[in-house]
């Protein structure tokens, strides 16, 4: 295909993915005062004496209930843009590589779902207690702005969600021949560099919840090497 061609076919899939992403948003707007509530439940489940969570704008309900269904809709359509990402690539892999459509399409869905369930599980609970002790040190009594803590919470979930696609990453890039187990055997100190860099970024600004992140992502680099393996026994 020529340049523009595949320009052409980049943009038909950016639209459907972007279509499907408007649509599960919409879908997801008709009931986020569900997920508003499964969002909060993290933090007021934690029964914090004096804790509230409070609006300090006009708009700010409005808004956050837009925030709260895009976040929503980009999990919902998950499944759609990797499928339109596989379909893009796809053509530029041999035939009996484009069988594993599916298996992609299934296996990044259920790492994404185990990141953002992993998060949800056991990051918010831990790293909000820890910090919120924080407000207790110091005798202040916390007012969350909710705003705030649902694009926090959000971003929070749908960055695990694709962290944990690093298996499958590992498994394409072997496949393809760009990497293998060994060159990340061999640079396994700066993976886990890394990792430890991402975890300090993605995370609040303490150490549990950078711990939380950073021992999956270690395990998830342990698994990568033996996708990686497994993917390049498959070449040859």
Same mark, same amino acid.
Not at 189 to 201: C, E, N, P, S
Not at 204 to 233: C, E, F, K, N
């Given at each position: 295909?020529?340049?523009?061609?595949?320009?052409?076919?980049?943009?038909?899939?950016?639209?459907?993915?972007?279509?499907? +992403?408007?649509?599960?948003?919409?879908?997801?707007?008709?009931?986020?005062?569900?997920?508003?509530? +499964?969002?909060?439940?993290?933090?007021?489940?934690?029964?914090?004496?004096? /804790?509230? /969570? #409070?609006?300090?704008?006009?708009?700010?309900?409005?808004?956050?209930?837009?925030?709260?269904?895009?976040?929503?809709?980009?999990?919902?359509?998950?499944?759609?843009?990797?499928?339109?990402?596989?379909?893009?690539?796809?053509?530029?892999?041999?035939?009996?590589?484009?069988?594993?459509?599916?298996?992609?399409?299934?296996?990044?869905?259920?790492?994404?779902?185990?990141?953002?369930?992993?998060?949800?599980?056991?990051?918010?609970?831990?790293?909000?207690?820890?910090? $919120?002790?924080?407000?207790?040190?110091?005798?202040?009594?916390?007012? #969350?702005?909710?705003?705030?803590?649902?694009?926090?919470?959000?971003?929070?979930?749908?960055?695990?969600?694709?962290?944990?696609?690093?298996?499958?990453?590992?498994? +394409?890039?072997?496949?393809?021949?760009?990497?293998?187990?060994?060159?990340?055997?061999?640079?396994?100190?700066?993976?886990?560099?890394?990792?430890?860099?991402?975890?300090?970024? $993605?995370?609040?600004?303490?150490?549990?919840?950078?711990?939380?992140?950073?021992?999956? /992502?270690? $395990? $998830?680099?342990?698994?990568?090497?033996?996708?990686?393996?497994?993917?390049?026994?498959?070449?040859?």
């Amino acid at each position: 295909m020529p340049f523009t061609a595949h320009l052409e076919e980049l943009r038909s899939r950016l639209i459907k993915s972007l279509s499907a +992403f408007l649509v599960a948003s919409l879908l997801c707007y008709s009931f986020v005062e569900s997920l508003f509530s +499964f969002l909060t439940a993290p933090l007021l489940d934690l029964q914090v004496p004096s /804790l509230k /969570l #409070i609006g300090t704008g006009v708009p700010d309900a409005f808004f956050t209930k837009i925030k709260v269904a895009l976040a929503a809709g980009f999990c919902l359509s998950f499944p759609v843009i990797l499928w339109q990402a596989w379909q893009f690539i796809a053509p530029g892999l041999y035939a009996r590589e484009r069988k594993y459509a599916r298996s992609f399409v299934f296996f990044g869905t259920l790492l994404f779902l185990l990141g953002a369930g992993f998060c949800y599980t056991v990051v918010f609970p831990a790293g909000y207690r820890f910090l $919120l002790q924080r407000y207790q040190v110091i005798h202040v009594r916390p007012a #969350i702005r909710i705003d705030e803590y649902l694009s926090f919470a959000a971003r929070l979930l749908v960055a695990f969600g694709v962290i944990f696609q690093l298996p499958v990453v590992a498994y +394409f890039l072997a496949r393809l021949g760009v990497i293998d187990h060994r060159f990340l055997i061999r640079h396994g100190r700066y993976g886990i560099l890394f990792v430890l860099l991402l975890a300090a970024i $993605l995370t609040p600004p303490d150490w549990v919840s950078q711990i939380l992140l950073a021992v999956p /992502l270690s $395990l $998830l680099y342990g698994i990568s090497i033996g996708v990686a393996y497994l993917a390049r026994q498959k070449n040859e």
